[in-house]
């Protein structure tokens, strides 16, 4: 796959948007992507941890499930707290990396497993199990299936006891929009990566192209544009109520420009 520099012909737009729906098992498992990202900062998960265990709701530890883990940021965080952390995410490379962190124990409280948001159906084990579901960072939009993350929301309700709490993170696409750039190159650690973006039918796009160990890699990037209104109703339809929604990680107020949507439900305790 070559890299796209410049304005791109009908053919090429086609080609550099070309994906596959598991986009995200190639992907993730490179030493590229990790490269790529390694600015998500353990402080920033830290922060964020810390500003959500302080709301009044969440005062009490417990056992929380954070689905979607990647690399533990946020599991460590809540381990340091006190927390019993069960913590799964699909990427094998992810889950490895997480599991050899420096700063990860070996502890019956902290466990990290190897698992698909979308095949949680069978672990009657984990209902009403967990204090707490969190889950940081886009993942409910990966996938193509109809229903998809309101599926992934039903299950998280059902692992919460009564009174439990979820927490969702995910981008807010108005602000995206506002803010996209097209196309740029950054190049990380002697790696220079060819990224195009944009919004197609539904879907934030983002085309990546490099070159690694001499040989032209691509991969494309696949969210869906999911908006506070539609992660409300889901939660609803699972059962749970709105508590908070929260616009950034400083956990400032929702508003319409506000980089993230980030919500706090809570399964009812009559439930």
């Not at 410049?6 to 737009?13: C, F, N, T």
């Not at 550099?16 to 490269?35: C, I, L, Q």
């Not at 886009?138 to 927490?167: C, N, Q, W």
């Not at 995206?176 to 740029?184: I, M």
């Amino acid at each position: 796959m070559p890299h796209f520099c410049g304005p791109m012909s009908q053919e090429l737009q086609q080609d550099v948007w070309k994906t596959d729906p598991e986009w995200f098992r190639p992907w993730f498992n490179t030493e590229a992507y990790h490269r790529l990202y390694g600015h998500r900062s353990e402080k920033e998960a830290d922060s964020l941890v810390q500003a959500l265990l302080a709301l009044e709701e969440l005062q009490q530890k417990g056992r929380v499930l954070d689905a979607g883990c990647g690399a533990g940021r946020h599991a460590r965080a809540f381990f340091q707290r006190g927390w019993h952390v069960h913590a799964f995410d699909l990427s094998e490379a992810s889950i490895s990396a997480a599991r050899n962190h420096p700063q990860v124990p070996s502890s019956e409280n902290l466990h990290f497993q190897v698992r698909d948001l979308r095949k949680l159906g069978g672990l009657t084990e984990w209902e009403g199990h967990f204090d707490l579901v969190t889950n940081f960072f886009t993942s409910l939009g990966y996938f193509d299936e109809p229903r998809a993350m309101e599926r992934i929301v039903e299950d998280f309700s059902r692992f919460l006891k009564p009174g439990g709490h979820l927490v969702l993170d995910y981008l807010n696409p108005e602000a995206v929009a506002d803010a996209l750039v097209p196309q740029e190159h950054i190049t990380k650690e002697g790696t220079t990566f060819d990224i195009h973006r944009r919004i197609h039918n539904g879907w934030i796009e983002k085309s990546i192209c490099y070159t690694w160990d001499g040989e032209s890699c691509h991969h494309v990037e696949r969210v869906q544009a999911l908006t506070k209104p539609l992660f409300c109703e889901a939660l609803s339809d699972a059962g749970l109520d709105v508590v908070h929604t929260w616009g950034n990680y400083q956990l400032d107020a929702w508003e319409p420009g506000s980089p993230r949507t980030l919500i706090l439900a809570q399964k009812p305790i009559n439930l």
